[in-house]
Every structure is written in C-alpha cells, then in structure tokens.
C-alpha cells in the first residue's frame, strides 16, 4: 500500500473540507490514483517545520468521478479521526503519530509527552530495525520509537535489512510484507535461520489482512502482526511487551 500526503495550512482549512464533503478528500494535485486503489492517506496540518506541524494516518478508497475528478474515500471511524484533528487545541498531537522527520532531543521530548502513557515506559536504548520501502511509515514509525528512547535504524528493502544484521545487534526487527527484493516473509524465515539473528523477535507491520496472510507470517516464525492503518496504542503495546520479552529472556 503507497501512501498519499494530503497537506492542510490549518485547522480551519481541514475543518471546512471535512464539514463540506461527505467522507471524501480530493487528491492532492499532482496524485495519480487508480479507481478503486487503496491508499494509506496521511493528513497533514500547519506550517512550518515539521515538529510543529499535526498528522493523522488512516486507509482511504480511491474514487475516480467523471472528468476525472479524484477523492479518497474514508471509513466512517477514520473520518471521525480526521474531524477530531480538524478541532485539535493547543500543543498536543493526537493519539496517531506525526510523520515528523524532526529527531532533535527537544523535539524527541515534546513528542513523547503527547503520547499515550504506555509508550513512554519503554526500555531505554533498545535497537530496532524497522524495515519498510514506505519513507512516510518509516519517519512515522520511527519518530515514534525515537520519541520514548529507543534506538532506530530504518532500511528500504530486504537486502539492506540482511546486511543491517550481519554488523549489529537488534533487539526487534519491524518489517513490512511487500518489500523491492527479498519480500518480508522470505527476510522474516531468513532471520530466523540465522544463528545471529533467530532468537531476535519479529513484528509483522502490513496493509496485508487476510488470515491466510497473518498464519504465512506466524508459520515463517513472526511474533506479532499488525495492520496498517495503525494506532499509536496498539502498535506501541505490541512492541513493548516484545521487548520486554526479549529483556526477560536475557536475564
């Protein structure tokens, strides 16, 4: 699943998109979508730098009108999501991570302090290597970790990812299904074959839903498994207590 940028000046802006349309977004200038294509739509709000910008992530249906007219059709949750980022105040980012590039420790500390509770309470220097050809889901993904005092590094495809653990060590690896080269679940067998790398966990983050795909994962040794669209929450708790695992065991 590609994902698509839609960017809003400001909270009023996106308030007078999502009060006048009926769960649909136009594409952004320039997008071109396929009809019936689904997207991961990431909405953006603010100007400026991009800590001080908002943005929400949700899956969206493409829908081609006459004379070529695109929108991105949403769920009627996702929607509800969007239109509680419309009415944000102050500060605070909600519940869904930023796509923020910004990894300075200022700006580490500020997106932590917004997120749910149970992502602060991290182990502390953990490495994880995130493994996802999407450059949104990995800047969204990893100013999340990085946030809370893990330790990121991020990698675009399945070669990459293998020559990441041949020199360093991982307490977590985070991989997407559909990766240029070797595809995650050929990496995810490949880790565990691995003597430096089969005790280290795997967690499954994917547009992929259906069952047959989530039991191809388990058997090819995965630990978790996680749908994109994701929510901070959950992706959070499943990390952590995978890392806790890891912990544990090495105690």
């Not at 090819?220 to 994701?230: I, L, S």
Request: overall charge neutral; aromatic content about 4%.
């Amino acid at each position: 699943m590609r994902s698509i940028v839609c960017r809003y000046p400001n909270q009023a802006e996106l308030r007078r998109v999502s009060e006048s349309a009926d769960h649909e977004l136009a594409v952004p200038e320039g997008e071109i979508v396929a009809d019936g294509e689904w997207v991961l739509a990431i909405v953006e709000v603010g100007k400026g730098p991009p800590a001080l910008r908002r943005a929400t992530a949700a899956a969206a249906r493409a829908v081609v009108h006459g004379g070529g007219l695109a929108f991105l059709l949403f769920e009627p949750r996702d929607w509800s999501r969007l239109a509680e980022l419309a009415k944000l105040q102050g500060t605070q980012a909600p519940d869904d991570v930023s796509p923020t590039t910004d990894r300075s420790p200022s700006s580490r500390r500020g997106r932590a302090s917004s997120l749910p509770k149970q992502l602060v309470a991290a182990p502390p220097n953990a490495r994880v290597l995130l493994v996802d050809d999407d450059e949104g889901i990995r800047d969204v993904v990893g100013a999340m970790l990085e946030a809370v005092g893990l330790v990121v590094s991020s990698v675009a495809s399945g070669e990459q990812a293998q020559d990441k653990l041949a020199i360093d060590t991982f307490q977590l690896v985070v991989l997407d299904w559909t990766l240029p080269g070797i595809g995650g679940l050929e990496l995810c067998r490949e880790i565990r074959k691995n003597e430096r790398s089969r005790e280290v966990p795997t967690l499954f983050l994917t547009a992929n839903a259906s069952s047959k795909d989530v039991v191809a994962a388990f058997a090819a040794g995965a630990d978790d498994y996680v749908v994109k669209p994701f929510r901070a929450p959950e992706l959070g708790a499943r990390i952590f207590g995978l890392l806790r695992r890891t912990r544990a065991a090495a105690t």
